[in-house]
Nanobody
Framework: QERLVESGGGLVQAGNSTRISCAASERTFSRLTIGWFRQAPGKEREFVAV????????YYADSVRGRFTISRDNAKNTAYLQMNSLKSEDTAVYYC???????????????????WGQGTQITVSS
């Protein structure tokens, strides 16, 4: 059972940057696909970014492409989401998720992911 813990959330001014982390409990982390999702108040959870086990396959939602960067350090069992040029519409609870399988057919579907963190709040003030 993989346990994921997000950290690094908080209050950020619009236009600024921040980075959130997702630490995993098991050494199997290096074989997992990691996805970042977010959920704003009153909205459904939405896909943000995904990275496969090796980092060779990375995809972003259109709304964050060019501003956010997903990465991972398998030696540290940790994945990251660097968020630049933040906007008020980026305000949400951010979740990391993990799954043993990467699929081009459904990497953006939250239902596909077996493991989830508890989420970290990012609030962007304008």
């Amino acid at each position: 059972q993989e346990r994921l813990v997000e950290s690094g959330g908080g209050l950020v001014q619009a236009g600024n940057s921040t980075r959130i982390s997702c630490a995993a409990s098991e050494r199997t982390f290096s074989r997992l696909t990691i996805g970042w999702f977010r959920q704003a108040p009153g909205k459904e959870r939405e896909f943000v970014a995904v990275i496969n086990w090796s980092g060779s396959m990375i995809y972003y939602a259109d709304s964050v492409r060019g501003r956010f960067t997903i990465s991972r350090d398998n030696a540290k069992n940790t994945a990251y989401l660097q968020m630049n040029s933040l906007k008020s519409e980026d305000t949400a609870v951010y979740y990391c998720a993990a799954d043993p399988v990467f699929s081009l057919a459904n990497y953006y579907d939250s239902a596909k992911y077996a493991y989830w963190g508890q989420g970290t709040q990012i609030t962007v003030s304008s």
